[in-house]
């Protein structure tokens, strides 16, 4: 089972996480899972490989996830959040109803991409994603910072 789904159990059953870009590390409880960019080379990070193309789609589906996530207590007192996500009052009834728990989407979205840069997958390019940032055509509040990808 690779890092990604290992600590996605954990999160699962409700083990805090925290993610960050720039320093290339995951935390899961006290245990730092990635820390500068360097992991467990026993393991794998993630199952599967993308082109750019798809791991755009990729980012983009597990934002609207994310988006439109039931949100908690222990969700909105992240005090880091890179992406945006509709509060309470925005979600339809059906979204309150089937919606995934924001602290489940946040990691699955968070995770994808910091694997993703990790493994070198993402890689920026700016005749695809811009010179300073990324912002998705299909939903403007995506925005991926070059930052984060290139670790600056």
Not at 16 to 31: A, L, Q, S, W, Y
Not at 47 to 69: E, F, N, P, Q, V
Request: proline letters at 3%; one cysteine or more; charged letters at 30%.
């Amino acid at each position: 089972m690779s890092i990604y789904y290992e600590v996605l159990e954990k999160v699962e059953s409700g083990e805090r996480f925290c993610i960050n870009f720039e320093k290339r590390t995951m935390k899961v409880g006290r245990e730092t899972v990635i820390d500068n960019g360097e992991y467990d080379s026993s393991k794998t990070l993630f199952d599967g490989a993308y082109d750019s193309k798809s791991l755009l789609d990729m980012i983009s589906t597990l934002y609207r996830i994310y988006k439109h996530s039931l949100p908690s207590e222990r969700s909105d007192a992240k005090r880091k959040k890179y992406f945006k996500a509709l509060s309470v009052n925005e979600l339809t009834d059906e979204e309150l109803i089937v919606g995934m728990p924001r602290e489940k989407a946040q990691y699955m979205l968070e995770a994808f991409i910091l694997c993703m840069i990790v493994d070198g997958y993402f890689v920026w390019d700016e005749e695809l994603h811009g010179k300073w940032f990324y912002q998705c055509p299909s939903d403007p509040d995506l925005i991926i910072l070059r930052s984060w990808v290139e670790g600056k």
